[in-house]
Each structure stands twice: as structure tokens, then as C-alpha cells.
């Protein structure tokens, strides 16, 4: 079993930053990759970025790349992802998730089903 739980949600305005924390607990396998993702009201969940284990590497969706960075501290279990210019369309519940089967696959996911351990959620909101 792997907990996770993420914090750093909050409201900013466009243009603004937020840093959100992913804190590990359980069963940490050294071939995990750990990812973000988010949902919106009335759309689908979102992959937003992934990590590998080491933070050698890193994967981002289109819409984030260049604004938010993901980022790992394994001395304290925890992932992170920081967001800089924000804009509405980023607006969502962020939800960090691990993928214990990406050390087999060997390359990162999108896909929500392939990752095995969800936190609870964090709600970013930006106003215009």
C-alpha cells in the first residue's frame, strides 16, 4: 500500500504561481514514477506531468510545458509540482498518483488506469 497526500491548493490570480506537495507513506517500490494530474467540473481527468524514481526524468502534457515543472525530494517522500503562469483554464482539483508498474514498462503513462495509488485531491483556483 502507498498513501499519499497532497497539499499546497489554494486561489491566485492569472499570471501567478502555486507549488503543490505530494507527501508518500507505505510501500515505496525504487521503480516508481509518480505523476499529476487534475480534473476540471464537467471534463475528464487530465495527466498533467510525471517523474521517475531518481528525477532523471520528467514528462509534461502540451498545455504545462514550460509553466510548471515536477520535481521530487526523496529524503522526505515527496513530490512536487510548481506552476507558474497560471492561467483560468488550470483551474481543477490536482491529484498526485503513483505508477508502480513504470520500472516494467519503461516509459512514462497518461493513462489514469495505469497508476495504482491516487491522493485525495487539492483544488486550484485562478481568477482572470
Known amino acids: 500500500q502507498v498513501q499519499l497526500v497532497e497539499s499546497g491548493g489554494g486561489s491566485v490570480q492569472a499570471g501567478g504561481s502555486l507549488r503543490l506537495s505530494c507527501v508518500a507513506s507505505?510501500?515505496?517500490?525504487?521503480?516508481?514514477?509518480m505523476g499529476w494530474f487534475r480534473q476540471a467540473p464537467g471534463k475528464e481527468r487530465e495527466f498533467v506531468a510525471a517523474?521517475?524514481?531518481?528525477?532523471?526524468?520528467?514528462y509534461y502534457a502540451d498545455s504545462v510545458k514550460g509553466r510548471f515543472t515536477i520535481f521530487r525530494d526523496n529524503a522526505r517522500n515527496t513530490v512536487y509540482l510548481q506552476m507558474n503562469k497560471m492561467n483560468p483554464e488550470d483551474a481543477a482539483v490536482y491529484s498526485c498518483?503513483?505508477?508502480?508498474?513504470?520500472?516494467?514498462?519503461?516509459?512514462?503513462?497518461?493513462?489514469?488506469?495505469?497508476?495504482?495509488?491516487w491522493g485525495q485531491g487539492t483544488q486550484v483556483t485562478v481568477s482572470a
Open positions: 498518483a503513483a505508477d508502480l508498474a513504470y520500472g516494467s514498462r519503461g516509459y512514462f503513462s497518461k493513462t489514469p488506469a495505469h497508476y495504482d495509488y
Open positions: 507505505g510501500r515505496t517500490p525504487s521503480t516508481y514514477a
Open positions: 517523474i521517475n524514481w531518481s528525477g532523471s526524468s520528467t
